[in-house]
């Protein structure tokens, strides 16, 4: 291999290729693929890539990179067919190239090498690190800096890798040299060498921790450094070690937080880098401490950056009023994920709206839905960030430094200016709720103003801002302010710019979820507006309206089902399900919006729910067949993408659910049961959680075709009580209390297959809230329909049991629960008589249970006073807080 050279006519047709792959035509493109992928058939067409990058200097930089990069895919698709001595060429020519005098190609050959590490393992190329530290001490720039760079990226990919034994802990030796470079003459390696300690600080690798000191010294020493590259990685070094190493930056903090002010308002990608500080630090409990004394230097700072750039604006074609008649590009379509149906106890109080903190980049896209063409995360979102989690931290004592700030924002002439601090105005919202509620009554009238704005910018960020008062708009008198803004938003939803289009609809989905029946009055005038919509929008902003409307059916529930607005709504619906195939993607957000509205109408969806039914079943199978196929042959048949299964199951719920008895005919003339016990156990959670959610709703649905299958189903339900898949466990555990109902005393023969694992859920100390619920429930329906197999038990669960059911609203499901507690009661007294007490509370946070349950509950609270005495209960009584006795004697007379 040492003497390989290559042939004339294979190097000429290998630089036509790559000279020809850097065209922008699309077909010249397709064929250079299919020639590369062909030449991938001789072995040493690898050596003749690395050479043209390596060797062949009379070429362009650009084509010799190119061909560097198709080797490193090449690499990272057959590294396991290339043959071992080719390999060895590469590795040989990649480290005789790294000191090339062109940034370009030493920035490709550090790729290439790190590719190499990772296919194969650095184990297995001893020679890479003592040969690349060697390197570091040439006195040729071009050899330390190729050398540097192919380090960093080594240390990126392979933190982990480097700090353990197989290795020898090389680390041990890298840090320390690391560190020697900080002070170097070129400002390139400066940067190489913090950019690669960084990647060890999270890790709390022991190598850097022994010499924590003179890092954190170090990079003190360079923080004002003249390079912008090096203050950036100084300052990704700081934010990690808050983190990490809180202890020793506390010294320091002040002129830590002095000089990240000073950093947060560079006019380069510093900025952001710094601006990460503050959402970090605004986590620790040291926060409000530390920061309170700058507070009134960060707030404007924070606002000042919330302003887009100028190049934002070019990006955003904030320019441009009026899109609406502009397809949209497939690519402009973020992919959509669905979230599998999860049981949760109705009537419960619900968590606020996802109008999602502005800090994440989730695909709601966080309601800084205007940016969502920008890179995913910049400096404006990230200083609202930490304006939304530092007024969570400082709550109403941030307000006399932002009030000033926001009233000469909100009312600037310069649009750009006005628009941050709307957006200013929004990210507070949730932390300084309580100090803003006297301004609203201003503010929100000027907000709902600000919605014709005639900037696009400014009318979209306004209806995010005004979703996040949402609330407070709704407790208010409707006329004021709950009025216009449904009618300015409405107008919104129709504007003629796509961006604020899709901030409505958001805004407007938020607002379902806050007012709820309260918009039933609106409705008419609403559902005209989201159907015209529908001939309106464009493709991306039709996937938002599918959400407004499956919120909005959610929100008013059975109040839809009225004859003119079912004929105004279904039939654009029905009309865009005929019109999308089986293995459209669009068809996600659609059935999503459909099973909404099938559970709202409920018998009013009868004339629609055959066809839809049946395309359900038909998606199911097809995904089911589709993966027999591809595991029996799995070069031929590609896996099915499992999300149609899933969204299917999910849509066939929300039929059982809104048309109860109905569904039996379609139930009857299907195969839905077969297909369930295969979805059952599949080996995707999501497709399990919605499987036994559909179970669920089929039990309550028509039960008799269930029941045929009860012993094949319990035994796959008692399987995934397994709280590491919270939400699959959630439904099995709903799924069972909603079959022993409906079993009845047949319950039994099953009990030993669930009742211990379900009571070491509701023992643990991490089981989320939801879970806690449905397990008590499910556990309480257990002993209501078998009493004599799960009273034995009662002493195990009863104070878990009570504590979680007492937050609950009265609700059937609290029912039925309640009676199998007063069952098991009477069968094994003594099994509550050690934590009476929490059964006292639990029968306190009922408002108005039924006769007989009541008269149960009461009885058993008089028993109880009987058997102890008049003496012992009133000392018993007086451990009670006052309003916990009050409410008692209220309610059950004692």
């Keep these: ?33 299919l020639k590369l992928e062909e030449l991938n058939r001789y072995p040493d067409f690898n050596n ?51 000191g090339d005098p062109s940034p370009l190609i030493r920035a490709t050959v550090g790729i290439l090498i790190t590719t190499i590490a990772n296919k194969g393992g650095i184990l297995n190329w001893p020679e890479l690190l003592p040969t690349l530290c060697e390197m570091l001490d040439s006195q040729e720039y071009s050899i330390c800096e190729g050398a540097f760079g192919a380090l960093q990226k080594i240390c990126e990919d392979s933190a982990e890798v480097l700090d353990s034994n197989e290795l020898n802990r090389p680390l041990n030796i890298m840090i320390p040299k690391f560190l020697q470079f900080f002070r170097h003459s070129s400002p390139k390696i400066r940067s190489h060498a913090i950019a690669c300690i960084n990647q060890f600080i999270i890790h709390r690798t022991q190598a850097l921790m022994i010499h924590i000191d003179t890092f954190i010294e170090n990079l003190f020493h360079l923080s004002n450094d003249e390079d ?24 320091h903090m002040n002129s830590i937080i002095e000089y990240m002010l000073v950093r947060t308002q560079d006019n380069d990608d510093t900025a952001l880098e710094a601006c990460e500080f503050w959402l970090s630090l605004a986590e620790h409990p040291v926060c409000k401490e530390v920061l309170g004394p700058h507070l009134h230097k960060l707030a404007p700072v924070l606002v000042k950056g919330m302003k887009y750039s100028e190049i934002d ?134 907000l709902i103003n600000c919605l014709s704005d005639k900037k696009a910018l400014v009318r979209s960020i306004t209806c995010w801002t005004l979703s996040r008062y949402a609330h407070w708009v709704v407790s208010q008198p409707h006329d004021q302010y709950l009025k216009p803004l449904i009618e300015e938003l409405l107008k919104r939803i129709l504007d003629a710019n796509k961006r604020v289009q899709e901030a409505a609809c958001s805004s407007f989905a938020s607002l379902e979820e806050e007012a709820c029946t309260e918009l039933v009055p609106y409705l008419g005038f609403i559902l005209k507006t989201l159907v015209f919509a529908f001939s309106k929008y464009q493709h991306k902003n039709l996937l938002i309206l599918y959400d407004a409307i499956g919120t909005l059916a959610d929100s008013v529930g059975h109040h839809l089902n009225k004859s003119e607005y079912i004929n105004l709504l279904m039939p654009p619906l029905i009309q865009k399900w005929n019109m999308l195939k089986d293995e459209d993607k669009d068809l996600f957000p659609l059935l999503e919006c459909l099973s909404s509205v099938a559970t709202a109408l409920q018998s009013g969806f009868l004339p629609y729910c055959e066809p839809v039914y049946r395309r359900c079943i038909s998606l199911i199978q097809q995904t089911l067949n589709q993966e027999i196929a591809s595991t029996t042959s799995p070069g031929h048949y590609d896996s099915p993408d499992k999300d149609f299964m899933i969204v299917a199951l999910d ?49 309550k649905a028509c039960f008799p075709h269930v029941h ?48 211990l694992q379900l009571i070491e859920i509701i023992k643990s100390q991490n089981t989320p809230k939801t879970l806690l619920e449905n397990t008590a429930i499910t ?47 009477s069968v094994n007294p003594s099994g509550v008589v050690p934590d009476f ?45 006052p309003q916990l006795a009050e409410r008692l004697n209220a309610m059950y007379d004692i």
């Design 1 to 33: 291999m040492a003497s390989w050279e290559p042939q004339a006519e294979g190097l000429n047709q290998i630089i036509t290729l790559l000279k020809q792959s850097q065209s922008t035509d699309n077909q010249i493109q397709r064929n250079v693929q």
């Design 48 to 98: 003749y890539l690395i050479y043209v990058l390596t060797k062949l200097t009379s070429q362009d930089e650009p084509t010799r990179s190119l061909s560097g990069l198709i080797l490193k895919n090449n690499i990272k698709i057959h590294a396991s067919s290339l043959q071992p001595e080719i390999i060895e060429y590469i590795k040989k020519e990649c480290l005789m190239a790294l």
């Design 228 to 251: 912008h590259e090096v203050r950036k990685n100084v300052c990704r070094g700081l934010v990690m070690l808050l983190d990490v190493r809180m202890d020793r930056l506390m010294p």
């Design 313 to 446: 604006i070019i990006i955003l074609k904030g320019d441009v009023e009026e899109d609406e008649f502009i397809p949209d590009r497939d690519e402009d379509i973020k992919p959509r994920f669905h979230k599998s149906r999860t049981h949760t106890i109705k009537g419960d109080s619900h968590a606020t709206p996802n109008d999602a903190d502005i800090g994440d980049s989730d695909e709601e896209d966080d309601g800084l839905v205007d940016d969502s063409n920008l890179s995913d995360w910049n400096l404006r979102k990230c200083s609202a960030a930490a304006l939304d989690i530092l007024a969570n931290v400082f709550k109403d004592e941030i307000l006399p430094i932002l009030l000033p700030i926001l009233k000469e924002t909100l009312f600037h002439e310069q649009w750009v200016i006005k628009e941050s601090g709307i957006l200013a105005l929004g990210a507070i919202a949730e932390g300084c709720m309580n100090g803003m509620i006297p301004h609203l009554p201003e503010l929100i009238p000027f």
């Design 651 to 699: 849509l066939l719920s929300g039929l059982a659910e809104g048309l109860d008895i109905h569904i039996e005919s379609l139930v009857m003339s299907s195969n839905i049961m077969q297909l369930l016990y295969q979805c059952m156990q599949d080996s995707m959670p999501e497709v399990r959680q919605s499987s036994f959610a559909l179970l669920g709703d089929l039990t």
């Design 708 to 755: 045929p299958y009860i012993s094949d189903f319990l035994p796959i339900l008692g399987n995934n009580l397994n709280p590491e898949y919270i939400s699959v466990c959630n439904n099995a555990t709903w799924a069972i209390g909603e079959i022993s109902i409906k079993l009845g005393a047949d319950t039994k023969p099953f009990i030993p297959m669930v009742l």
């Design 779 to 825: 556990i309480g329906r257990l002993g209501f329909v078998c009493p004599m197999e799960v009273a034995p038990s009662l002493q195990q669960f009863v104070r878990q049991w009570c504590s979680s059911l007492r937050n609950i609203r009265d609700n059937e499901e609290k029912d039925s629960a309640f009676r199998g507690m007063c069952q098991m009661i």
């Design 837 to 881: 007490i929490f059964f006292c509370d639990a029968a306190a946070s009922w408002s108005s249970p039924k006769p007989d349950l009541h008269e149960m509950l009461k009885n058993i609270l008089h028993g109880f006073k009987t058997q102890v005495g008049d003496e012992n209960w009133r000392h018993f009584v007086d451990q009670f807080p």
